[in-house]
């Protein structure tokens, strides 16, 4: 890196600024060359070789704005842009790498895999010399532009966890021992596979759990064939969420596996197997293998020495992996301690727009700590190892300066995630304030759409005025996980809007399929003029929290339930006042609502099997008696066509009488031309796929 870096100097020397500076334009083209000065007749190569050339730039002429600017076609990415102080632009003189206009431009942080032969005619193997030769095995491959799947068993589905057994070798002071080992009591027939491992299948072999909201991920250590069981070691299991007879697992990368087409295996030895799919052939296919797990790190020092005012402007940056460390991947809930390809330490005035980040192993952003006024926008974030978006700290800060603020992610398409760490979430917020998630497309998770504040109980939380805006939240859960929320927020987060938002096909595993859900200590919260439709335990739950506002709300045609409240406190949990209630299957009320210290009233209640609609197990003018609901009703509001989602209320007296104000759903979800609003849409397919799944599930037939 200094013998280029001085090489870049020397050329600029030689050639002079004069090419360069009238335009500050620094041009980069896939057959540049990083030993030209960056003109438009001899680009560069590479990002890091511009950024180094802006560097030189900006110290002589630091008024003018820089435009680094990529040619159309692919760039392979061998290391990953990292920005610190000396790049940043100011209010008036940004720095800016952008795709050239109408220009398709690719930054890959992987490489083509070549020179596949036919084992037979439905198996292809090709030699990878850096795997075999320089320990760069890879844990993810991208086939013809989509994500392969690794060899696994089962194919589909899960095996299912008989019980558990731990043994504590090291107890600690913590709730959590911090090492212990695991047996894991299953059924021989799942197991089958694992009594025939070889030492190679125990280094590579993972084993996934999938316990309540969390995912474990771990190496086998050895297998009892007289249980069966077999073995894992690590951290102690947590307390409040362990894995157990409830829980499921799956296990992956071995050779034998490898059983199904689009499955691949890679061996220690350098041959890496891939069974086709039907019409792919050698020559029509192309494979690409992660060498990054990461494409761009901005590096500020402090609150007070930010690195600010850089924009990125419709980029690609796709491919990029993941290795899991030797020792697995403890449960994290919404997988917060993986990172991002994209991550943001003391940042000012950092913008994407337009940009495209797909295929990699992690998080797409990660805008983490002491970040500000910056904005995500208009981006498609799809494929994803991880979810979208992170938004501050899980670390609580007490410096005010510290803390993420004022970060806007809008007009975003989240799709396609959590294909290592199911349970990632599309947009969290952890410890950070003042942040605006609107207008966003979040789709097709294993978890939780958004999430807000990462305190449980009533402890402090920097966690203030969060806005969560017109989003369409809907397809989520696919009955893995369970715990998860269209929209889920912790702790007091006073001034936090939720509004707008079209929030509907969230379905768990077991409990925990909530459209707005207020978990642990939620507090000084207001949501109002959601659409929530079809989610599995209910519209809305309250685990426990308090001075929530619930209103001018839809909840109508949710499966289980349409109203879930957990824990009985003596303080007023919530007021529920305006809304709209309208189902055809399950109950009204779930758990404990009928005994929470709730305000509710001027809301309309129906059931369209029966004019007797039910307050768990009280009549509506029993539960009147008790002061609930006296200037509620119970009245069809006759939406427009309900069971093809259409809420459009025609019963206009209805609105009167509750003094509901109409808001239109349609609004939610990203705007712009035809082409974006398209590109958001799910696919039918997948919609019909998660509508079978849903109905199995419902009947109790799995997957």
């Not at 320089?134 to 991208?142: H, I, K, N, P, T």
């Not at 558990?164 to 600690?172: D, N, P, R």
């Not at 020495?305 to 994290?332: C, Q």
Request: hydrophobic share 35%; aromatic share 12%; glycine share 8%.
């Amino acid at each position: 890196m200094y013998f280029q870096r001085t090489a870049n100097l020397i050329i600029i020397c030689l050639f002079g600024l004069s090419g360069i500076l009238p335009g500050q334009k620094i041009y980069l083209s896939p057959s540049g060359s990083d030993s030209n000065p960056g003109t438009i007749d001899k680009p560069l190569a590479s990002l890091p070789a511009a950024r180094d050339i802006a560097r030189i730039i900006r110290a002589e002429n630091p008024q003018h704005p820089v435009e680094i600017i990529a040619l159309e076609g692919e760039y392979i990415m061998f290391q990953p842009l990292v920005l610190d102080l000396a790049d940043a632009g100011t209010d008036v003189s940004p720095v800016v790498f952008k795709a050239e206009e109408g220009a398709k431009v690719i930054f890959r942080g992987g490489v083509q895999v070549t020179g596949f032969e036919k084992v037979n005619d439905s198996l292809w193997r090709a030699f990878v010399p850096q795997v075999a030769y320089y320990d760069s095995y890879f844990e993810q491959l991208y086939v013809n532009g989509r994500r392969a799947k690794r060899a696994k068993s089962p194919n589909n589905g899960f095996y299912y966890v008989r019980g558990v057994e731990e043994t504590i070798a090291e107890k600690g002071d913590g709730r959590v021992p911090p090492v212990a080992i695991q047996k894991v009591l299953v059924d021989s027939s799942d197991a089958s596979d694992i009594a025939g491992f070889t030492d190679k299948d125990y280094e590579d072999a993972l084993v996934v759990f999938y316990h309540n909201w969390d995912n474990t991920r771990k190496r086998i250590l050895g297998y009892s064939k007289e249980q069966p069981a077999f073995f894992i070691a690590g951290e102690g299991m947590k307390p409040w969420n362990p894995i157990n007879s409830k829980s499921r697992w799956l296990i992956e990368n071995y050779r034998s596996a490898l059983d199904a087409p689009g499955e691949w295996y890679l061996d220690r030895s350098g041959y890496l197997y891939y069974i086709p799919l039907p019409g792919e052939t050698i020559q029509n296919t192309v494979i690409h293998a992660p060498i990054l797990k990461e494409f761009i790190r901005i590096n500020g020092e402090s609150p007070d020495k930010p690195v600010s005012n850089i924009r990125f402007e419709n980029l690609i940056f796709e491919v990029a992996g993941y290795r899991t460390p030797s020792a697995g991947n403890e449960p994290a809930q919404a997988a917060s301690n993986i990172g991002a390809v994209i991550t943001l330490d003391y940042a000012r005035n950092i913008i994407f727009s337009g940009c495209e980040i797909t295929h990699t192993g992690l998080y797409a952003f990660w805008l983490r700590r002491g970040c500000s006024n910056c904005k995500i926008c208009h981006s498609y974030i799809h494929d994803l190892g991880g979810g979208g978006v992170k938004i501050g700290e899980t670390t609580l800060r007490t410096t005010v300066n510290e803390i993420t603020n004022n970060i806007t992610v809008d007009n975003n398409i989240i799709t396609d995630g959590g294909h290592i760490f199911p349970c990632a979430v599309g947009i969290i917020i952890f410890h950070a304030c003042d942040n605006k998630l609107t207008h966003n497309e979040i789709s097709n998770l294993r978890y939780s759409g958004i999430s807000v504040g990462w305190v449980w109980g009533y402890a402090y939380s920097p966690s203030k005025r969060n806005i969560v805006r017109f989003n369409h939240i809907h397809h989520l859960g696919w009955g893995e996980l369970c715990d998860m929320g269209g929209v889920y927020t912790l702790g007091a987060s006073e001034g936090t809007i939720v509004s707008d938002n079209l929030i509907h096909h969230v379905y768990s595993y077991d409990y925990g399929g909530w459209g707005l859900y207020t978990d642990e200590g939620s507090y000084g919260i207001t949501m109002e003029n959601n659409l929530v439709y079809a989610c599995k335990n209910s519209g809305f739950h309250q685990h426990y929290g308090k001075e929530n506002i619930i209103r001018n709300n839809i909840f109508a045609l949710n499966i289980r339930a349409q109203l879930q409240a957990t824990r009985i406190e003596e303080h007023r949990s919530i007021f529920f006042t305006n809304n709209i209630i309208y189902f055809d299957k399950g109950t009204l009320l779930s758990s404990n609502w009928h005994k929470f210290n709730l305000l509710c009233d001027y809301n309309c209640y129906y059931d369209t099997r029966t004019k007797d609609v039910r307050f768990a197990d009280k009549s509506f003018s029993e539960w009147q008696k008790e002061g609930k609901d006296l200037h509620s009703i119970v009245a069809d509001p006759q939406f427009a066509d309900p069971l093809n989602f259409d809420f459009r209320i025609k019963n206009r007296a209805v609105l009167k009488k509750i003094k509901f104000r109409p808001f239109d759903y349609s609004q939610a979800g990203v705007y712009g031309d035809e082409e974006w609003k398209k590109l958001a849409k799910l696919n039918p397919e997948l919609a019909l796929k998660f509508n079978e799944r849903v109905e199995r599930l419902e009947n109790k037939q799995g997957f």
